[in-house]
């Protein structure tokens, strides 16, 4: 057990909808990172917050947004939900780059 | 060009031999190497990191960096059933601020 934490475990939506997934860093770690993770391939980097400021963003439209809270952990909205969307979604925390980061147990979002 | 690129396999071994897993990687700015075991639907797991050129050794695993040939590979020694997973080889990037994945090789150990 890494001590991240991600919710809802599973969570189905049509297209359009808009999608909330949440996360809670390791104690003592202060970035998270977002990775979408579509069936056979490797998790691709949406973006990564540290102190609560966007530290980097991956190749992925505006629609895709969040928010690190100042306990660090951290939100990931998607608006205007797409089929291509369905994916796991994982969250990774560390301290400051460079340095291991430890995955939540993700987050396997269905659009539908 | 992918910024990280594995063989997909699937790799097969017998039980108690040796697996070798191979990774090559696109940004020589590129400082640390670490590669996670996936089981099917759960999240990566870290094995290991390497930073430095040479041989990491932890338990059955090893880990080989070598930067001019922009090249990491991990042995897993003793193969055991219980290490069929995928394994995915991550870089960071030049900024730090990110990690590239490969699409993982997907390794079966047959008893």
């Known amino acids: 057990e890494t001590g991240v934490t991600q919710s809802p475990t599973h969570l189905i939506k049509t297209r359009g909808q808009q999608v909330t997934l949440r996360c809670s860093s390791q104690?003592?770690?202060?970035?998270v990172s977002w990775y979408q993770q579509a069936l056979g391939q490797g998790p691709q980097f949406i973006f990564q917050?540290?102190?609560?400021?966007?530290?980097g963003r991956g190749n992925f439209p505006p629609r895709f947004s969040g928010l690190q809270f100042p306990n660090y952990s951290s939100e990931l909205n998607v608006n205007a939900l797409e089929l291509d969307d369905s994916a796991l979604y994982l969250c990774?925390?560390?301290?400051?780059?460079?340095?291991?980061?430890?995955f939540g147990p993700g987050t396997r979002l269905t659009v539908l | 060009q992918k910024e990280v690129e594995q063989n997909s396999g699937p790799l097969s071994v017998p039980e108690g031999a040796i697996a070798s897993l191979n990774c090559t990687y696109s940004?020589?700015?590129?400082?640390?190497f670490f590669w996670y075991r996936q089981y099917s639907g759960k999240s990566p797991e870290l094995i290991m990191f390497?930073?430095?050129?040479g041989d990491k050794e932890d338990g059955r695993f090893t880990a080989q960096l070598n930067k001019a040939s922009q090249y990491v590979s991990l042995l897993i020694r003793d193969s055991q059933p219980s290490d069929s997973a995928t394994y995915l080889c991550?870089?960071?990037?030049?900024?730090?601020?990110?990690?590239?994945f490969g699409t993982g090789t997907s390794l079966t150990v047959i008893p």
């Open positions: 390497i930073y430095s050129n």
């Open positions: 940004d020589r700015g590129s400082q640390s």
């Open positions: 991550a870089v960071d990037s030049n900024t730090g601020n990110q990690f590239y």
């Open positions: 917050y540290y102190r609560e400021e966007e530290n």
């Open positions: 990774a925390s560390s301290t400051l780059a460079p340095d291991t980061q430890y």
């Open positions: 104690s003592g770690h202060n970035t």
